[in-house]
């Protein structure tokens, strides 16, 4: 049976969330004017007071957050509380663009720790479980998010961090590791290992925790045979909170989102217009409970749809579906959109023949774009090279609208990613 680890929030009605959140909600309007100039001025602007916030509908009233705002604003202009009580700093991993930063105040640790906490328990941990976590520890908000949570339900922690990858595998192995946390390209990485050190028999995993990072249904199937669990996959941004803003039950049909922590819109990114229920668009977030540095809609730049359908886990809150990519991660190759999650899906497709281990090198020559892609051949390969990469080939054109060359790779040739996984390399950045 399904349990839970704040029920009455987890599964509330929809009423008593949307009342729950406008009333957080005008809470949080009246604080970031009075104490955050941008949004103070930027209201003003827009002839919006925050006696405006009549009802929940009333938020498209307010102006947006982006991640520019953070850097310009960078590092404390948008605490809304004093320095003094700021207890943490996390900052983004810097995939894209220039690092920003967040501040969280002692409730807002608690209020993440809880978020996580959902999580390990959706996932059937208890304070009987050991949790390893490899996420990577530091400023990037995986390895202590996911450490504070599994410490809020009393698990043992086992903080390995990431790397040193059969160090932690003697250590699941030895210390019986139940639940484990690390990014979905990690946890491949592990799988592999694991595999090679002939190991998995001795495993006593029974989920994994993976987030941070997009990644597909077929890569869920393959950790799951890899290293003999459960796999689930788990969301969130430094902005916002960290990993734990969102996150997947039993049932593993979408994210659910902490709609007591947050309000979460669609809004489609060109226009900035909100979508009706179930469109699919860019997820925006404002944090009606955080105090350190609150963000009223925040644009993700993650695309995907709400689901507001009841979940079969009784849970009620939202779910997200699986982003299908950021706005950001977006190549334009030939004026054509791509997003690396096309690609993955054709590799994952063919998973007899090649790795889901990939890179993008997109370049520019003679005032052309050039599109390759290098991917590793699996080490059960036993065809033919060539006819494989035509295979492939015309596969991607058939996804893509668009071709690319493929170079096939021996087993083991791209270098393994212990965080986020780098798939793309663009080098017209370099010449422009
Ligand atoms: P950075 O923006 O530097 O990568 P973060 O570590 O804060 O810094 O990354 C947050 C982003 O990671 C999200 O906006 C989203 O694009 C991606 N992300 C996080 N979790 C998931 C997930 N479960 N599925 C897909 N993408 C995810
Ligand atoms: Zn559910």
Known sequence: MERYFQQEIETMSRDEIRANQLEKLKWQVERVYENVPMYRERMQDMGVHPDDIKELSDISKLPFTTKQDLRDYYPFQLLAVHKKDIVRIQASSGTTGKQIVAG??????????????????????????????????????????????????????????????????????????????????????????VKEMGVKNQLKLQAGIFGAEPWTEEMRRQIQDALGLKAYDVYGLTEIMGPGVSYECAAQSGMHICEDMFIAEIIDPETGEVLPEGSFGELVFSTITKEGQPLLRYRTRDLCRLDYETCSCGRTHVRMRKPAGRTDDMLIIRGVNVFPSQIE???????????????????????????????????????????????????????????????????????????????????????D
């Not at 994952?348 to 370049?363: A, H, K, M, T, W």
């Open 345 to 431: 899906e054709v590799l994952l497709r063919n998973s007899i023949e090649v790795s889901p281990n990939y890179q993008i090198v997109v370049d520019r020559v003679n005032n052309t774009d050039t599109f390759d892609i290098n991917v590793e051949l699996s080490p059960r390969f036993r065809g033919d090279v060539d006819s494989e990469k035509r295979k492939l080939e015309t596969q991607l054109r058939a996804q893509l609208g668009i071709g690319a060359k493929v170079h096939l790779l021996r087993p083991k040739s791209i270098e393994r990613s212990e965080g986020k996984a780098k798939r793309v390399i663009d080098n017209r950045r370099l010449h």
């Open 104 to 193: 969280y105040t002692r409730n807002d640790l608690d209020q993440w720790s809880n978020g996580f906490a959902r999580q390990l328990i959706a996932a059937g941990a208890s304070n009987k479980s050991i949790v390893q976590v490899s996420y990577g520890y530091g400023l990037f908000t995986g390895g202590l998010g996911a450490h504070q949570g599994a410490e809020k339900i009393g698990a043992m922690v086992i903080p390995t961090s990431s790397g040193n990858t059969e160090r932690q595998i003697r250590f699941m192995c030895d210390l019986g590791t139940t639940h484990l946390c690390c990014t979905p390209s990690y946890a491949m990485y592990l799988g592999e290992t």
